[in-house]
C-alpha cells in the first residue's frame, strides 16, 4: 500500500510538473525509496513480462505509413544522422565502460539514444545492471526534455498552448482493446519460443507492428492500461536497487552529467549542419537530432508551430529502431573492447 500511494503521489507531482515518462519514473522513484529502506517487495515475473509487451505494442502503434514515407524519401539523411548520433552515444558509453564508471555494459545500454523503457528491457536482457541503465536513460530523458522544451520557447511563443488534460477512461473499443491484449500475450510466447532479446518486448513489438502497418489493425491502449504497465516496470527496477547501487550511481552523477550534457552539445551540432547544409528549419532539426525522450519530443513538436512533425518524428523513429536492431551487437563489440 505505501508503495503504491508513494507512486500514486510522485507520478502525480511530475505530471503537474509536466515532466517526461511521469508515469514510469514516478512509480520507479517509490521503488527505490521502498527498496534502499529494508523493502523486500518483488513483482511477478508475469507481471514484468505483461508490462514489456504492452510497451512493444505502444511504441509499434506509433509507427504509420506517413513517417516511413518521410523516411524512404530522404533515406541517406536519416542515416546518415543515426548513424553518427550511435557512434557518438556508443564512444561515451564505451569511455564510461573503460574507465569503470559503470560496470560492464552499462554505460553503452545507458547512453543508446533510443526510447528508454525499451533501452531498459533490452540492456537487463543483455546482462548490463538495469538499474544504472534506467538512472542514466531517464536522467538523459529529463534534460533533453528540459532543453528541447527551452530551444522551443527560444522559437516559438508555447504560453498560449493549453496541455491536454489525460482521459484516464476514453471511450471503450472491445475489438482494439482485446486485440492490444491478444497481441501481447502472442508476442510474449512467440519472443520466448523464438529465443528473441528481451521476448515479451520484441515479440509484441514486432507482431503489432505489421498488424498496425500491413493490416491497418487498431489498438486501443487506455491511459488507466498504459499507468499500470509504466507502474509494474518502475516497480521491477525501483525494488531492485540497494543502498550500495544508489551510493555508486550517486557517485558517478558528475561523469553521467558530462556524458548526457556531451551528447546533447553534439546532437545540437548535427542539427546546425542540417540548418546549413540542407535548410531545415532550426527547431525541426534540434527535435529530430534529440537524442531520446520520444515522447516528450513529439509533445513539445505539437505544441509548435511551423515545425516539421513528419521529419522530427520519423528521424526519431529510424534511430529508435536501428539502435533496438544494432544495440546488442554493438554492447557486445564494446564489452570485449572494455575487458580487453
Known amino acids: 500500500m505505501l508503495l503504491i500511494v508513494l507512486s500514486i503521489i510522485l507520478a502525480g507531482a511530475l505530471e503537474v510538473a509536466h515532466l517526461p515518462a511521469a508515469l514510469l519514473i514516478g512509480p520507479m522513484v517509490a521503488g527505490i525509496v521502498i527498496g534502499t ?16 509487451a504492452l510497451v512493444g505494442v505502444l511504441i509499434a502503434s506509433s509507427v504509420s505509413l506517413e513517417l516511413l514515407s518521410s523516411f524512404f524519401a530522404e533515406w541517406p539523411l536519416f542515416l546518415a544522422v543515426v548513424i553518427a548520433t550511435l557512434s557518438a552515444s556508443s564512444s561515451l558509453g564505451f569511455l564510461i ?10 554505460g553503452v545500454w545507458g547512453s543508446a539514444p533510443g526510447a528508454a523503457s525499451a533501452m531498459v528491457i533490452m540492456a537487463d536482457a543483455f546482462g548490463a545492471d538495469a538499474r544504472l541503465v534506467a538512472f542514466m536513460q531517464y536522467l538523459r530523458v529529463i534534460l533533453v526534455s528540459l532543453t528541447a522544451a527551452v530551444i522551443a520557447s527560444l522559437w516559438v511563443d508555447t504560453s498560449g498552448v493549453e496541455v491536454a488534460p489525460i482521459i ?7 475489438l482494439s482493446f482485446a486485440m492490444t491484449i491478444v497481441v501481447a500475450l502472442v508476442g510474449c510466447v512467440a519472443g520466448k519460443l523464438l529465443r528473441m532479446p528481451a521476448p515479451c518486448f520484441m515479440g509484441s513489438f ?23 504497465a509504466y507502474a509494474v516496470v518502475g516497480w521491477s527496477i525501483g525494488l531492485n536497487f540497494t543502498r550500495p547501487i544508489l551510493v555508486h550511481a550517486a557517485r558517478a552523477l558528475p561523469q553521467i552529467i558530462a556524458a548526457i550534457v556531451i551528447l546533447i552539445g553534439f546532437c545540437g551540432l548535427l542539427a546546425w549542419m542540417l540548418v546549413e547544409t540542407l535548410g531545415v528549419d532550426p527547431l525541426s532539426a534540434y527535435l529530430a537530432t534529440s537524442p531520446g525522450g520520444m515522447d516528450s519530443i513529439a509533445i513539445i513538436a505539437a505544441a509548435s508551430r511551423n515545425v516539421d512533425i513528419s521529419f522530427v518524428m520519423a528521424m526519431q523513429l529510424v534511430r529508435f529502431i536501428v539502435v533496438l536492431l544494432f544495440g546488442p551487437a554493438i554492447s557486445r563489440l564494446v564489452a570485449r573492447f572494455v575487458h580487453e
Open 37 to 52: 529502506n529494508g523493502g523486500t517487495l518483488r513483482v511477478p515475473k508475469a507481471g514484468f513480462a505483461f508490462g514489456q
Open 97 to 106: 565502460s573503460r574507465w569503470r564508471v559503470l560496470p560492464g555494459t552499462t
Open 168 to 174: 484516464w477512461f476514453p471511450p471503450f473499443h472491445a
Open 206 to 228: 514486432i507482431i503489432a507492428a505489421f498488424l498496425h502497418l500491413g493490416a491497418d489493425v487498431a489498438f486501443q491502449l487506455p491511459n488507466w492500461l498504459l499507468a499500470v
